[in-house]
């Protein structure tokens, strides 16, 4: 499991790779869990939380950074064993009470595609067990009043609820709204509003994040945030 150490004293372990990447923040004031992965990584996250031995190992709050399946699928599970409290986007808030997160749209040939099938199959594949979150988040959330060091930002574009958490003005974790599995680009294969998604990516940069975690694949440079974002622009 990968960790990076801040410069408050929070620290930031990976507990969970392949299908979605799943991240903890630990502090001082407790932990914060920011997505869950799919339904078979059940065991492996709890797994993972407990080999961290933290000091202070009680989980507060359960952040997601959009409610696609392959990030929410053990949310509810995780709210009833461990007593979390939820915090989504307000955009989302009706999709996680009927299960089900609209797939967004393709961005190159082979995602548009298979988007055709998954979009037929809809619920069925890609839903999840209902839940409602305790905290629906519009536009901003400080988490400075809860304890932490830590703000959830809207980042719209792959999805129009997805949000991004912003710690300690350091590290920013994105979802979706940046991929860091391809060389050379962060642009998701999947966005609904690539215009949006691009003006996500301006904000995130203008935080001062020199470090950017992503749903899908390894950490993201701030250098490779500015190529991406230069790249838009001359487009």
């Not at 966005?191 to 994040?209: H, I, M, P, Q």
Request: hydrophobic share 35%.
């Amino acid at each position: 499991m990968k960790s990076w150490n801040l410069s408050n004293g929070y620290k930031i372990n990976t507990v969970l790779t392949g299908r979605c990447n799943s991240y903890l923040i630990s502090t001082p004031n407790g932990n914060l869990l920011v997505d869950t992965g799919m339904k078979r990584s059940r065991l492996q996250i709890l797994r993972n939380i407990r080999f961290l031995e933290l000091t202070n190992s009680s989980i507060s709050y359960l952040l997601l950074t959009h409610t696609h399946f392959d990030h929410c699928r053990n949310a509810a599970f995780l709210k009833k064993e461990m007593n979390l409290t939820i915090i989504t986007s307000k955009e989302d808030e009706n999709y996680t009470i009927n299960g089900y997160t609209p797939l967004p749209k393709g961005t190159n040939a082979i995602s548009r595609f298979l988007l055709v099938f998954g979009k037929r199959i809809g619920k069925k594949w890609f839903g999840y067990q209902e839940f409602a979150p305790d905290i629906a988040v519009k536009d901003y959330l400080s988490m400075a009043d809860m304890g932490f060091q830590v703000e959830i930002i809207s980042t719209p574009g792959h999805t129009s609820g997805s949000i991004s958490i912003i710690v300690n003005k350091e590290i920013a974790i994105v979802g979706d709204t940046m991929f860091g599995i391809f060389k050379n680009t962060i642009f998701p294969p999947f966005a609904d509003d690539e215009k949006e998604l691009f003006k996500s990516w301006k904000k995130l940069f203008d935080t001062g994040c020199n470090l950017f975690l992503p749903g899908h694949g390894g950490e993201i440079s701030r250098e490779l945030v500015k190529k991406g974002l230069n790249k838009r622009t001359k487009k």
